[in-house]
């Protein structure tokens, strides 16, 4: 557990990191690697954690079933918490493709 409190973090995840660091301990290990090591943290600002799931099927589970432990671990780390919210993460092949200029 840790003490750190962060207000507000844009492009730090290090703070993101502990949380993970202290949710290792919570889950088996299976479902630690299947669905909660994926996730990225984006940034937390305005009271909310913004964090990437790499697919719908994982925003889902994490919301669903993973939610609660995920935010009392994040609320320790991240000062006046007040959500979480899980975005899909873009492909990133088809952002490339779709910022291509055509000539």
Known sequence: MSNKIIENSKNDDAPW????HDLKDDFKSII?????????????TN???IIETPS???????????YDQIFFRAKRVFIGLNKIKFTVQK???LIHKNNKTKV
């Open 91 to 93: 492909d990133k092949k």
């Open 32 to 44: 630690w690697n299947s669905w909660v090591k994926p996730l990225i943290f984006v940034e937390y």
């Open 17 to 20: 990191s502990i949380v993970q």
């Open 47 to 49: 009271f909310i954690l």
């Open 56 to 66: 719908e099927l994982v925003k889902n589970r994490i919301d669903n079933q993973y």
